[in-house]
């Protein structure tokens, strides 16, 4: 067997582009990361296609567009799960399925977000944290069942009272080496002393924090608490459109104007999830390097979303807003191909070039249905013939938010599918997206190239039951209609563990 190299790909969880070191300046710690991407390139214009969970992670394990996967949003009474099966789940390529066939072990550690869930996707082996989703009144996840064991006196792992998708925070409610980061560093660790030595492996890394529950181990949250230097949320001239709503009254509401002590809390518990994480990367780089592991393996580190965090009075994720839709993404060569490689890059990339690259650098064949690209040439300096990489989400919060959005980092066209509604940005100028510049006569010729671009894609789409262009022109969808790329069925499936019920 040719000398494949190990490959690691760290994800994050609702991790933005901003809340790491190397792009915060420095305001938060997380040395870790940071030396990745010394020893790589960090990829300045990396957004997420799809910006929640199930939709984001479907294009990662594929290579392919939201379109393609037929996942277009998430949620359980919304529409289709992620899914998989031993090489034999309904999507024809998978990542990890492909590095199997090509003389991998494909390990897969912490959140996988499939379904069902003990769906492999193509992985030798799974374990699972996946947070508070239970699918089946008989699933329990590894870490949770770990945890119980453990901590006998606790009800669940959620005994500190944070709802998953609140925007509350505190300090996690048991012993340090009990967080959920801890715990999926620990189980890479035990991969790496039992994993066969003849046989080169893929590891997904994969953490459910900063995603709430805000809840970092103590020492973590009263590193940020007691900072007054923390960035603040973003606000713009459209802030005040999300400022008074009904979801505010919720716990686990979308939108709504916090108080600066709900804010400074939410930030502390968020920001320090990311550095109780990053202490966790550094020990699991350290055991590397010590093996002697590090040098040849390729590094992937990225998230599959980010979190608006209060940014113009918006909460979570899905939106085509900066806070939730731009990701870090870092990519370290193996020492024996990183020869020219530049610590930048401003190609326009996305979670569907994961897998291309992946492969590439492996030597492996690619599937022909992937529509994202190798990144090795672009890790070297090299330019890219793609203008642009889109994004889309619908079914989320509220139907005028249901989104189809354009980037190249510099400037980012935004149609809201429902509406009709445009927003446009100029990210040079404007990173923080404080002025909505769709009327501006001096952005009017990059409007409307990009306008025409998203045109060309969505007429395409048209079809009897939907049309997304007519005439030449965008033309919203009604409000009640539930958008579906034709694969949707293709995604669709029932759990087998139904029997059991």
Known sequence: ???????????????????????????????????????????????????????????????????????????????????????????????????????????????????????SMGFSHTLLDESGREEDKNFISDYKEWFLKCNPDHHDITDHGIHWNAFGARPFHADECYHPSNWTVNECLKFLKRKDPTTPFFLNMSFSRPHSPYDPSKYFYDLYYDRDDLPAPFVSDWSKEYEENESAKSLTGWCGKKSKEEIKRARAGYYGSITQTDYQIGKFLTTLNKAKLLDEMLIIFTSDHGDMLQDHNLLRKSYAYEGSAHIPFIIKLPKSLSQGVVAHSD??????????????????????????????????????????????HVQGYSFEEDNYFLTDGKFKY????????????????????????????????????????????????????????????????????VILSPAYRERLVTSPYKWME
């Open 347 to 392: 190609v326009p990339v996305s979670l569907y070039d994961v897998m291309p690259t992946v492969l590439d650098v492996c030597g492996l064949e690619l599937p022909g249905d992937m529509e994202g690209m190798s990144l090795v040439g672009a890790c070297k300096g090299e330019t890219s013939d793609r203008p642009y990489v889109q994004g889309e």
């Open 1 to 119: 067997m040719k000398n494949l190299p190990n490959v690691l790909l760290i994800v994050l969880d609702q991790l933005r582009f901003d809340a790491l070191g190397y792009s915060s300046e420095g305001k938060i710690e997380t040395p870790a990361i940071d030396w990745i991407a010394s020893m790589g390139t960090v990829f300045n214009s990396a957004y997420s296609p799809s910006p929640t969970c199930i939709p984001a992670r479907s294009c990662l394990w594929t290579g392919q567009k939201p379109w393609s996967t037929g996942v277009l949003f998430t949620g359980n009474s919304a529409g289709p799960h992620l899914q998989g099966g031993v090489m034999g789940c309904n999507f024809a390529h998978t990542l990890p399925g492909e590095l199997v066939k090509g003389g991998y072990h494909s390990e897969g550690i912490g959140k996988m977000h499939f379904f069902p869930q003990r769906s």
């Open 414 to 481: 935004i149609y809201f599918c429902k509406t009709g509604r445009e927003r446009f940005f100029d990210l040079r100028d404007n990173k923080r997206e404080e002025k909505d510049e769709i009327g501006n006569p001096a952005c009017s010729e990059t409007i409307r190239k990009m306008r025409e671009f998203v045109i060309n894609d969505l007429q395409k789409r048209n079809s009897e039951d939907q049309i997304f262009v007519k005439d030449g022109k965008l033309v919203p969808i009604a409000k009640d209609h």
